[in-house]
């Protein structure tokens, strides 16, 4: 079946550093989605990717979605305290109907 | 709006005791879903609905049951419970709107399995 994978597992930053995120499926998607989960909260979306190569920001968040479709990042700029979380990719692949999470990125930010 | 509701936020069963985690939305969502969050494993699908009266099962349905009487509501029932089922419970609803599925996730049932 389709599996969702993401590197690293965890990342410790200072804060100010820049932070990237990557998810790679082993299927095709047709779109991928990436979700924020604050420690001991729940995940909240954050955005969906549907066409191929395509980018969108969000202030300083900045997410891409590979030519191919298999592959994803998130990228944070100048991070802040308040980005600490860990961040998941979901990606539904053209012949699901539901989504299927990657393991996701703890992100810690050392002020 | 309350968004996604879930009770209890924790509970701790015995081995073979059954138990019913509730879930409920009032957005009026036609899709809604169980996950569960192991460490290091993401969520994973437990069971789903597309609406009132359809269910189906996920990645990983064995032990638990689900039924979908109202657009409203999606309870998760343990049917025996067994250590394995150890974990952190969500609950998400999610529509459609421009060909974007939003999922909002409730704030989780956190269960304990001796």
């Known amino acids: 079946g389709q599996q969702v994978m993401q590197i690293p597992q965890y990342q410790h930053v200072q804060e100010g550093e820049d932070f990237t995120t990557y998810c790679n499926s082993s299927?095709?998607?047709?779109?991928i989605q990436w979700y924020k989960q604050r420690p001991g909260g729940h995940p909240v979306f954050l955005i969906q990717l549907v066409k191929s190569g395509e980018v969108k920001k969000q202030k300083r968040l900045t997410f891409q979605f590979g030519e191919a479709k298999k592959n994803s990042s998130l990228h944070i700029t100048a991070t802040q305290t308040t980005d600490v979380g860990t961040y998941f990719c979901?990606?539904?692949?053209?012949?699901?109907?539901?989504?299927?999470f990657g393991p996701g990125t703890r992100l810690s930010v050392l002020p | 709006n309350a968004g996604v509701t879930q009770t209890p936020k924790f509970q701790v069963l015995k081995t073979g005791q059954s138990m019913t985690l509730q879930c409920a939305q009032d957005?009026?969502?036609?899709?809604m879903s169980w996950y569960r969050q192991d460490p290091g494993m993401g969520l994973r699908l437990i069971h789903y609905?597309?609406?009132?009266?359809?269910?189906d099962q996920g990645e990983v349905p064995n032990g638990y049951n689900v039924s979908r009487s109202t657009t409203e509501d999606f309870p998760l029932r343990l049917l025996s419970a067994a250590p394995s089922q150890t974990s952190v419970y969500f609950c998400?609803?999610?529509?459609?709107?421009?060909?974007?599925?939003?999922?909002?996730f409730g704030p989780g049932t956190r269960l304990t399995v001796l």
């Open positions: 609905s597309v609406g009132a009266g359809i269910t």
């Open positions: 299927t095709t998607l047709s779109n």
């Open positions: 957005m009026n969502h036609e899709y």
């Open positions: 998400a609803s999610s529509y459609m709107v421009g060909g974007i599925d939003t999922q909002y």
């Open positions: 979901a990606g539904r692949d053209n012949y699901g109907q539901n989504f299927v």
